[in-house]
């Protein structure tokens, strides 16, 4: 069974960035289409970006698109999640998760077999 651990989350003001990463246990990176989620009060998990197994197809949310990168290493078995100029509206926990699916890079929180226990992100002045 595989495990995630995220890490990287904290408290920042608006206009800062953080580096979320995932660790991957117990499978190899290259089995899974990874993802990030997020979280906020009260609200439904909430498709953040996706990335295939190799790393060539990616996919964003509208609202995350022009300041947020995913990537892959594949040396650390890990993800990552580059979160630039964030805003007050980013604040939420956020989570990676696994798909076993190869064939398709999915959005859909239900599509994701393995999730991470979530780290906090703040953005507040």
């Known amino acids: 069974q595989v495990q995630l651990e995220e890490s990287g989350g904290g408290l920042v003001q608006p206009g800062a960035s953080l580096r979320l990463s995932c660790r991957v246990s117990?499978?190899?990176?290259?089995?899974?289409?990874m993802g990030w989620f997020r979280r906020k009060p009260g609200k439904d998990n909430e498709f953040v970006a996706a990335?295939?197994?190799?790393?060539?197809?990616?996919r964003y949310a509208p609202s995350v698109k022009a300041r947020f990168a995913i990537g892959r290493d594949e040396a650390k078995n890990a993800i990552y999640l580059q979160m630039n100029d964030l805003r007050s509206e980013d604040t939420a926990t956020y989570y990676c998760?696994?798909?076993?699916?190869?064939?398709?890079?999915?959005?859909?929180?239900?599509?994701?077999?393995?999730w991470g226990p979530g780290t906090q992100v703040t953005v507040s002045s």
């Open positions: 998760a696994a798909d076993r699916t190869l064939h398709v890079v999915r959005t859909s929180s239900s599509d994701y077999d393995n």
């Open positions: 117990g499978g190899a990176l290259s089995s899974y289409t």
């Open positions: 990335i295939s197994y190799h790393g060539s197809v990616i």
